[in-house]
């Protein structure tokens, strides 16, 4: 049978028809349209985010209610349904995103959602501005490439009276540690302080490993400096919901949920460290009570190493204090110790531990091992806790001693006992490290105090001659990873 141009354009009509009306049914009201039935993705236009808020106390219907009637499309963005539930005014969509077993899957990409090329995340109890997104939109699309300072990508307003503050942020990767510091006069910031709303394209958004991360802000601030984008701040604000202050158990809860969270995207992100700008330092690694940030390890090869960072910043801490510590005991009981292998090398270097080393290390007489308590005690095959919660123990790889930060948490020094012969320092375990070697006395007769760590350690005389001949020639001038095959092959 042959189809007339004219049948063919009414079956079209037809099909279209019963798309739109398909479509329409299953979008629903203010739901998003099956991806069948999206329109062309990067629409003029930027939608509204509700993602900071909390379920017990919120002005989310308000601020729904606000943004709403510019008119933009307004999503609220939660785990789950908040709960108590939300009067959400008509056409205000809800996003979940916490999987939950008798019920289809979430949002696993909401970003197929949003269909317009802008997104703004407005926190709870902002108040709509009119022309104030599209301000924001345009210093955006301004913003243009920059040089060595990177291409603005985030636009911030404040909500309310108080004026954002402008930050820098620097995001030390290899050490762990973010820094932040205040910003010169301009506009361009790495970070801003204070109750914001956020625009970005939709595209750089959702290209981020963690878009929707809470803390939202310390979260697009961070990913964002990692990548040299560069926030721009206007002056012009939002206004804010008047609310009244919340109650003493409200504010608990939202500062405990708060520290909650940001310690949640501090461990995603693999920070360990905040340094603030007024100097002030906020941890996020191992403790005393935690075990450590990294496994066992493998060729002397840590596993941090093959992801190109350093040893954690909690971890270099809680070495220092470990090596202090077991210095300070030895010397009250009259054990001569000394600093060795990659040890000195950091003593020397940098007066410090290497930034990629993962234990300490101290030379000892063995003859004077039985005068420290603690380790006449591990020297008997019992592991003791010292009454600062230090462990002391006989290490199970051979006849040396190995001091932990604490039960929980197994960073160590290691003292490994030598003995003169012949006027030649000698052990009785040989592990196959370089430092593995045996030495003049004459390095010990006498030993001299070098800065380590944050006290003064002992260490052999002549520490560059001593570190030659166990490392060779250049030791000190040039660091090199402690096995860089292992390293390179992974890198491979």
Known sequence: ??????QAALAGAIGLNLLLLFCAWRGGP?????????????????????????DFENDLAGTAR??????????????????????LPPGVGLWPLRPEPDRPPPLARPELLVRTRHVALVPDGARAAPGLLERMRDALERGGDGDEDGETRVVAAPVGPSPLRCLRLRWERREWTARYGRAAPGGLCGAAEGPAVLLLRTRDLFSLPFPLTRPAPAAIFLQAALRRWRLRVLPVAFPAARRAPLSPHGRWKSETLAETRRRRLMRDLGVKREVLADGRERWYGCGKETPRCFGTVHARTPQYLLEGRWTPPCCLRALRETARHVAAALEAAGVRYWLEGGSLLGAVRLGDIIPWDYDVDLGIYREDAGKCRWLAAAAAGAAVEDPEGFLWEKAPEGEFYRVHYSRSNRLHVDLWPFYPRGGVMTKDTWLGHPQDVEFPER??????????????????????????????PGAVENPEYPNPAVKRLAED
């Not at 049978?1 to 004219?6: N, W």
């Not at 099956?34 to 808020?53: A, W």
């Not at 939660?78 to 539930?85: D, G, I, L, R």
């Open 1 to 6: 049978m042959r189809v007339t141009p004219c």
């Open 30 to 54: 203010g739901g998003p349209p099956p991806p069948s039935c999206r329109p062309p993705r990067g629409l003029p236009g930027v939608t509204v985010l509700l993602r900071e808020f909390e």
């Open 66 to 87: 606000s943004f709403a009637a510019l008119p933009v499309p307004v999503v609220v963005v939660a785990e789950t349904a908040p709960y108590p539930p939300v009067p």
């Open 443 to 472: 390095f010990l007769r006498p030993r001299v105090p070098l800065p380590f760590a944050g006290f003064t350690a002992m260490a052999p005389n002549h520490a560059r001659a001593f570190l030659e001949l166990k490392f060779g």
